[in-house]
Structures are given as C-alpha cells and as structure tokens.
C-alpha cells in the first residue's frame, strides 16, 4: 500500500550539514515534498522535487532522488538552531488525484 | 503561494458539543483540503472539500463525523461533531492552487483543539 517512511529523530551539531531521509513507495508520484513544522505552528512548503528529477537546490537546501531506490533526501547545510523542527516527507500519488501521502516526521534537533 | 488563515487557532471543548473550524484563503483554489493531526503523529487527509458539491472523505472519515461546508472558491468550513478526547488533534486546512504547480498543497496555521 502507499507508505512514506522516515526516521524519527536527528540531531546536529550547530554549522554541521543535516540529512533528513525518506523512502516511499508509489513509484508513479509526481512530485515529492518537504515540509517544516516547527513547535505549536502549521506547515511550511520547504521544497519540493518532481520525479524526472535527480537533484534540485535551493540556498542551504539540496534534495536528492533515487526513483530507482524510492529514496528521497533533504540536507541543510550550515544548520543552524532556527532549523530546528519537525520535517516531514510527503508523496503526491499518481492518478490526478492531489492526495498526499506524508511520513511521520524527522525530529531534527540543533544543539550548540 | 497564498495566504491561509484558520480560525479558531486554538479551543477547548467539552465531550459531546461540536466545532467548525473555518479556512480562509487569500485566492480562489480550485482544491482545499482537511487534515487531522493527531499528537505526536504525522498528518492524515480528512476529506477533500469541493466547491459546489459533497466533500469526498478518506477511509476511517464519515460525513456525520465531519461534515464540511465550501461555499465558494476561498472559503471552507470543518465541523467536528459530537466530540471526544480521541478528536483531539491539530487540524489544518490545505489548498492545491489553479494555475500554478497544481499538486503543491500549501497549509494553513492549524487548529489546535482540546477535548475534555
């Protein structure tokens, strides 16, 4: 069935790179997403990959996909404490239905 | 992207009494969408609201449950009905908008709601 996996908790040091990782399962996804929350607040798009993709960057953030592996990435480079927050990685199923499927969150704490 | 506000942002209710949560958007969407939050737990889609028609729920979600309102292409309303601590959850309303990268769901702050 359809299942996002994630683990649940990383922690970095502050200035150190973070990898947040992702596995899914639908193969026939369109695009793939990273979501922020941090404590007490909703959702936040971070970014997002469409699947005849290999790797998009934007400022500290790089996404990496292996359709090959369903295996998706988030580093963030320079990680600072304000970086600190839940992330979550979601799948959009195929079939023009604009279901997201999401993991169930990485827990990224930044310590000094 | 577009600007989503949700209100109540927070409540706490009694078992038994409901409440609407309301989703106001900035633009009109063609596709807004409920989501629950349960503690500690990742988002699950409640029901997808359309305009002009029945809401169309997810498995494990009845209309009884969670009727929903969308009355024109900026506006949606949840209801949680004849609440339970089990409902206590985070809710939030999505939008996936027209024109743009349609599959993007962009989400609202969120309702934070109690039930005792």
């Known amino acids: 069935g359809e299942d996002v996996e994630q683990s649940l908790f990383l922690s970095v040091r502050e200035g150190d790179s973070s990898v947040i990782n992702c596995t899914y399962t639908d193969s026939s996804s369109t695009y793939l997403y990273w979501y922020k929350q941090e404590p007490g607040a909703g959702l936040q798009l971070l970014t997002y990959?469409?699947?005849?993709?290999d790797m998009k960057q934007d400022q500290r953030l790089t996404v990496l996909l292996n359709k090959k592996d369903k295996h998706l990435s988030l580093r963030i480079a320079d990680t600072q404490t304000g970086d600190s927050a839940i992330y979550f990685c979601?799948?959009?199923?195929?079939?023009?239905?604009?279901?997201?499927?999401f993991g169930a969150g990485t827990r990224l704490a930044v310590h000094p | 992207s577009a600007v989503i506000s949700q209100k109540p942002s927070r409540d706490i209710c009694q078992r038994g009494t409901s409440l609407t949560i309301q989703c106001q958007v900035d633009s009109q969407v063609t596709m807004m969408f409920w989501y629950r939050q349960q503690p500690g737990q990742s988002l699950t889609l409640i029901a997808t609201a359309n305009q002009g028609s029945e809401a169309t729920y997810e498995s494990g979600f009845v209309i009884d449950k969670f009727p929903i309102s969308r009355p024109n292409l900026t506006f949606s309303t949840l209801t949680v009905s004849n609440m339970s601590p089990e409902d206590s959850s985070i809710y939030l309303c999505?939008?996936?908008?027209?024109?743009?990268?349609?599959?993007?769901?962009?989400f609202g702050p969120g309702t934070r709601l109690t039930v005792l």
């Open positions: 999505s939008v996936a908008l027209a024109g743009g990268i349609t599959d993007t769901q962009y």
């Open positions: 990959i469409f699947s005849n993709m």
């Open positions: 979601a799948e959009n199923l195929s079939g023009g239905y604009n279901k997201l499927i």
